[in-house]
């Protein structure tokens, strides 16, 4: 390859520091060491790089593409070769984290600025998951850390658990639709004869999970919690929804809360972790996750 990153390097300084002697002077190099380099990736490139009519030499069209492609190259090399020496110390090139849709990915962001801050270098990579989607994502490998898997995991000592907190579900309809004025408690034969709204779970390989459906139901199926709380709101159907992202549709009367002869207990969740991964920036996490304040934040 004719074309190296020293070479770059050299074109870079020439650039931020105006001239070839001020160049070398910031590379530490002697003023022909950074003439000979220039004009030998002239020659190598065939093509000329700088306009030496005037009184100081000018990047010429086709150097000033060179250069600003190649600072591409070089800002990739440099943050390589900090990733790499950043592994060696025991934090992970990359950490793949799966929230469930019940915790808005935005109320994490505070802790993930909060994990850049200490510059780890560790790249971190969000993703939302659907109820037993979470536990596929673990499974899997396609996540590292999941936070808020409901329970009831496949049985497997590939991974860890410890309790996250619990959601509330209640049963709720459109204040339009014709549950909303039924006698309450609701009973299943009440509810049957109305569609319900169902988020889809995301899982790609376990089987994918329903809960609070009946038998015979007829089910539209939604992409997440928030389309299924939207769905609700619009009357296309009935189901039970999480009271912490319900409270302003509730009080606003948006949504209708209604109560049912078996009424739904609340819902434990978990902090699941591959036991495979052991790096620094899953520890930093993990212990960030332990704080009960943050966990009721994210469920608040």
Known sequence: MRLTLDALLVLDAIDRKGSFAAAAEALYRVPSAVTYAVQKLEEDLDVQLFDRSGHRAQLTEAGRELLRE?????????????????????????????????????????????????????????????????????????ADLVIGTPGDGPASNAYSMRAFGD???????????????????????DILPYRAIAAADSSRNLPPRTAGLLDGQDVLTVPDIFQKIAAQRAGLGVGHLPLHLTRAD????????????????????????????????LAWFLQRLEDAELRQRLLT
């Open 70 to 142: 190649g600072r591409y190259l070089l800002n990739a090399a440099a943050e390589l070769e900090g990733r790499v020496k950043r592994v060696a110390t025991g934090y992970e090139v990359e950490l793949r984290v799966a929230v469930i849709d019940l915790i808005p990915m935005e109320r994490l962001f505070p802790v993930v600025e909060e994990f850049y801050r200490a510059r780890c270098g560790t790249r971190v990579k969000l993703m939302t998951e659907v109820f037993g989607g979470t536990w596929d994502a673990v499974v899997s490998g396609r």
């Open 250 to 281: 509730v009080e606003a009367g948006r949504l209708v809360r209604k109560r049912l002869v078996e009424q739904r207990p609340l819902i434990p969740l978990f902090t699941v972790w591959r036991n495979a991964h052991s790096g620094k920036a």
């Open 167 to 189: 959601v509330e579900f209640q049963f709720m309809v459109a204040p339009t639709h014709p549950l909303a004025k039924a006698e309450e408690p609701l009973k299943p034969e």
